[in-house]
Each structure stands twice: as structure tokens, then as C-alpha cells.
T-cell receptor, first 118, second 114 residues
Framework: AQKITQTQPGMFVQEKEAVTLDCTYD???????LFWYKQPSSGEMIFLIY??????QNATEGRYSLNFQKARKSANLVISASQLGDSAMYFC???????????????FGTGTRLTIIP | DAGVIQSPRHEVTEMGQEVTLRCKPI?????LFWYRQTMMRGLELLIY????????DSGMPEDRFSAKMPNASFSTLKIQPSEPRDSAVYFC????????????FGDGTRLSIL
């Protein structure tokens, strides 16, 4: 089974609208972390936001927020007031493990290509 | 602060040649990761180091691939001999192993094997 599933291969969104990128995960660990990365067409991987499995509040970083629903094992990325510069591939990733993790590997989803339309 | 630095940014070489990719992690980071990204397989972890020691190399495709980290500020990924199917973007990432720190990626090396 896929550990990280991103079901939207591509999305088109009007500039200034909010967008939600879906991510579901599969783990039997109680302690894990979820990450979102952005990869623009230039190719670099940019860290956006992190959510820990024990965090009670949804993570937020500027225009990015993470809609974390633990029971549903989903960690959707929400981008508010989208901008043209948000056009990129977005990857969801998970790190599994016990306290202090101990296993630092990240498993990535297949990504969602987001295109912002002016 | 300087990020993760990879070199070269692009490499084109002929099948059978030795290829060496280089990475300088962020100063103070104690974890270093090598990834490969292709259209078919997405982002795959090849190997990672903690304090210069290889921890998990289960993602290394075969014996043609080797990675070293002789000191805290330098790592290499070597392919010998190279094959066309090794063509991919290779990323190096580093991380501070405290709490819930993210991995910080370099800009990648785009490798083409002809």
C-alpha cells in the first residue's frame, strides 16, 4: 500500500482563490511527522510546512496551513489567496518513528501540479 | 546562511563513464540524504548519513552506486559505470537532527547519460 497518496495529479485555480491540495497517509506508528514541499519549474525543493502527529493545532505558515485530520489520516495543504508564483509541484511527505523519530527517512507522495490562472 | 550546495548543476556524459556528484550540507547539520527523482519513480531516497556514518543504504539501486561522507561538510555520490537509466535529477538534503526539523534540499544535479 502507498504510504503517501496524493490523488490530484494536476489542479488549475484562479488567482486569488484558495486551494486545497489533498494528502492521505498510511502508518501504524503513533509518532510521525508530515511535511509539504514545493518544487517550482526551476527544480529546487522548498520546505513549506510541518505537522506533528501529536500537535493539537493545525500548522500554519503565512498563507499556508495544514488541515490535519488524524482519524481520517489526511494532511491537506491549504494555500490562501493564491498567487501566480504558487504554480509548482507540491509534494506531501511523511517521517515515521518513535520518540525523536529515530528513523529520519522521508517518504514522498507523487505530487500535485498546481497551476494558477491569472 | 548558505543552503545545501550541490555540484555540478548539470552533467552530461556517455554510458560507461564514472560520474561523481558532490554535496556540501548546511553547516551544523548532522544528517545528510541523497535522493533521486525521475518521472517514473518520483522521489526516492538512496542513502542517508548521520554524523558521517551511513545509516540506511537500502535505496541504492545496485553496486554501481556508492556514497561517501569523509567529513561533516562534504559528501559524494558516485556511479561507475554509468548507464542511460541512471539519468535523473539527484538531490542532496541535510537536516539538523533535533526535534521535528525539516530536510533542506540542494538545487539538484540533472544527470544525463547518453
Amino acid at each position: 500500500a502507498q504510504k503517501i497518496t496524493q490523488t490530484q495529479p494536476g489542479m488549475f485555480v484562479q488567482e486569488k482563490e484558495a486551494v486545497t491540495l489533498d494528502c492521505t497517509y498510511d502508518t501504524s506508528d503513533q509518532s510521525y511527522g508530515l511535511f509539504w514541499y514545493k518544487q517550482p519549474s526551476s527544480g529546487e525543493m522548498i520546505f513549506l510546512i510541518y505537522q506533528g502527529s501529536y500537535d493539537e493545532q493545525n500548522a500554519t505558515e503565512g498563507r499556508y496551513s495544514l488541515n490535519f485530520q488524524k482519524a481520517r489520516k489526511s494532511a491537506n495543504l491549504v494555500i490562501s489567496a493564491s498567487q501566480l508564483g504558487d504554480s509548482a509541484m507540491y509534494f506531501c511527505a511523511m517521517r515515521e518513528g518513535g520518540s525523536n523519530f529515530g528513523n529520519e527517512k522521508l517518504t514522498f507522495g507523487t505530487g500535485t501540479r498546481l497551476t494558477i490562472i491569472p | 546562511d548558505a543552503g545545501v550546495i550541490q555540484s555540478p548543476r548539470h552533467e552530461v556524459t556517455e554510458m560507461g563513464q564514472e560520474v561523481t556528484l558532490r554535496c556540501k550540507p548546511i553547516s551544523g547539520h548532522d544528517y545528510l540524504f541523497w535522493y533521486r527523482q525521475t518521472m517514473m519513480r518520483g522521489l526516492e531516497l538512496l542513502i542517508y548519513f548521520n554524523n558521517n556514518v551511513p545509516i540506511d543504504d537500502s535505496g541504492m539501486p545496485e553496486d554501481r552506486f556508492s556514497a561517501k561522507m569523509p567529513n561533516a561538510s562534504f559528501s559524494t555520490l558516485k556511479i561507475q559505470p554509468s548507464e542511460p537509466r541512471d539519468s535523473a535529477v539527484y538531490f542532496c538534503a541535510s537536516m539538523l537532527g533535533r526535534g521535528n526539523q525539516p530536510q533542506h534540499f540542494g538545487d539538484g544535479t540533472r544527470l544525463s547519460i547518453l
